[in-house]
Nanobody, 116 residues
Framework: QVQLVESGGGLVQAGGSLRLSCACS????????MGWFRRAPGKERELVAA????????YYVDSVKGRFTISRDNDKNTAYLQMNSLKPEDTAVYLC?????????WGQGTQVTVSS
């Protein structure tokens, strides 16, 4: 049974930093991508960042480029999202996902709140 466990959300002042992690476990699988969507009140869900597991190629939505960095630990099947220079508009529930050979799975979500 695939499990995704997220951690690292919280409350931070504007300009601060947070680091999210997402660990995938359960069975034998091959990871293709991992990443995070976010969902803010009144807004559509958007893909924030993702990483290709084989070569580490990252994707970022324009609004976070230069501030967020996604990385991975292949041995631990864990992805990390380092978020710097946070802005109030980054406030959202961040949802981790994994795409692997058995399909797409989601984490439980973690709240990130940035105060001005």
């Amino acid at each position: 049974q695939v499990q995704l466990v997220e951690s690292g959300g919280g409350l931070v002042q504007a300009g601060g930093s947070l680091r999210l992690s997402c660990a995938c476990s359960g069975g034998t699988f091959s990871v293709y991508h991992m990443g995070w969507f976010r969902r803010a009140p009144g807004k559509e869900r958007e893909l924030v960042a993702a990483i290709t597991w084989t070569d580490g190629k990252p994707y970022y939505v324009d609004s976070v480029k230069g501030r967020f960095t996604i990385s991975r630990d292949n041995d631990k099947n864990t992805a990390y999202l380092q978020m710097n220079s946070l802005k109030p508009e980054d406030t959202a529930v961040y949802l981790c996902y994994v795409d692997h050979n058995h399909g797409r799975y989601w984490g439980q979500g973690t709240q990130v709140t940035v105060s001005s």
